[in-house]
């Protein structure tokens, strides 16, 4: 551009045209996630849900959160595969909701490029309303961001918050837990969404591992892996708490198994979950053994196997198990609660791993 051009937006990297291309396109993937209660469609200022719905409600509380998905962007973008990154948001932001009984209600979504690519842009729309069916709630907006100079032409990231509400005397929660409860625990399809910063350095930084490579112990390329998506349990731990008498509920993920289960053991209680009842997954062995990564390391990094815990009591464990497999959840009892004895409150991984 010469001195005596005049400044222009789209000069400056940015593609208005684009975007709204971009919008163009996600609006019919956004439409299948749409409730009832949602008002208007894409494009407004705002998204709007009826709020009378919650007048069935004795006392409606209301749930928010708000996560990404952290560098699984990265494997994403080298992969160009954009179409699942969408369920990790929603897992993310959607099971921390569902911990404490609530029901996921509407969603938002934040999409930041360097440069804008509709049909790129809205392949991660996609996915993310993919996943809003899966957790059972609407996608009733969000904003795309285009940061040239900031960001790389093929760089992106992603961000959502959700909101859910649950009945106050149905709160699930540290202050229902007894001594004697059943710990369950749920499978996760893979690493879910947390330590690909550990991950990448050790698969891909210093053993030079390539994405498209066949790894035999993996039964796939280890894109395909990295990839999978992560499981939404949304629906499935409201089904738990139509069946059995659930007390909490943790969702593992930054900080591993232990760290996120204490976070629901209430003072003088313990958690002790026996590691022999499942065996991780072949990507957790993957990293441990390429990276020589200390157990106690992948433990407070990565999930192991587990996603989700739900905690009831002993007598509601079967009827537990049995509604998880009907939906299709593989699940396990991997503890129970006992008291603390000499040992702080929390919780605490026994045993060795099932070979």
């Known amino acids: 551009m010469s001195e005596t051009t005049g400044a222009s937006y789209a000069a400056a990297g940015v593609d208005i045209e684009a975007g709204d291309r971009a919008v163009e396109l996600m609006k019919e993937w956004v439409k299948k996630t749409q409730r009832p209660e949602v008002l208007g469609g894409l494009g407004g200022f705002a998204g709007l849900f009826d709020a009378s719905a919650l007048k069935r409600y004795e006392r409606p509380l209301l749930a928010s959160a708000t996560d990404g998905v952290g560098t699984k962007v990265d494997i994403a973008r080298r992969m160009g595969v ?199 997954g072949a990507i957790f062995d993957l990293v441990g053994k390429t990276g020589k990564v200390e157990r106690l390391e992948l433990e407070k990094t990565l999930n192991m196997g587990v996603g989700m815990i739900a905690i009831v009591p002993q007598d509601s464990a079967e009827v537990a198990l049995t509604t998880l497999a009907d939906r299709g959840v593989d699940a396990w009892v991997a503890g129970e609660i006992t008291e603390r004895g000499e040992k702080p409150a929390g919780a605490e991984l026994v045993g060795d791993y099932a070979a």
């Open 82 to 280: 954009y179409d699942t990154i969408g369920h990790d948001l929603v897992a993310m932001v959607m099971d921390d909701i569902v911990v404490c009984g609530a029901e996921p209600l509407f969603m938002t979504d934040y999409i930041c490029v360097g440069k804008v690519h509709p049909e790129r842009v809205a392949a991660i729309v996609k996915g993310i309303a993919e996943g809003c069916v899966l957790a059972g709630c609407a996608l009733v907006g969000g904003e795309t961001a285009e940061h040239p100079g900031l960001l790389g032409e093929d760089d992106f990231d992603v961000a959502g918050a959700g909101t859910g509400v649950v009945e106050a005397d149905r709160l699930l929660g540290a202050d229902r837990i007894r001594t004697g409860d059943a710990v369950i625990a749920m499978a996760s399809s893979g690493l879910h969404s947390n330590g690909y910063s550990l991950v990448r350095h050790v698969l891909l930084d210093r053993a030079g591992l390539a994405l498209e490579a066949e790894v035999a112990e993996l039964g796939r390329t280890l894109g395909e892996e990295l990839l999978e998506p992560t499981k939404i349990y949304s629906l499935d731990c409201l089904a738990l708490t139509r069946t059995a008498e659930v007390h909490a509920f943790s969702h593992v993920t930054g900080g591993g198994l232990a760290a996120n289960l204490a976070r629901v053991i209430p003072d003088g209680l313990h958690a002790v979950v026996d590691r022999s009842t499942w065996a991780p």
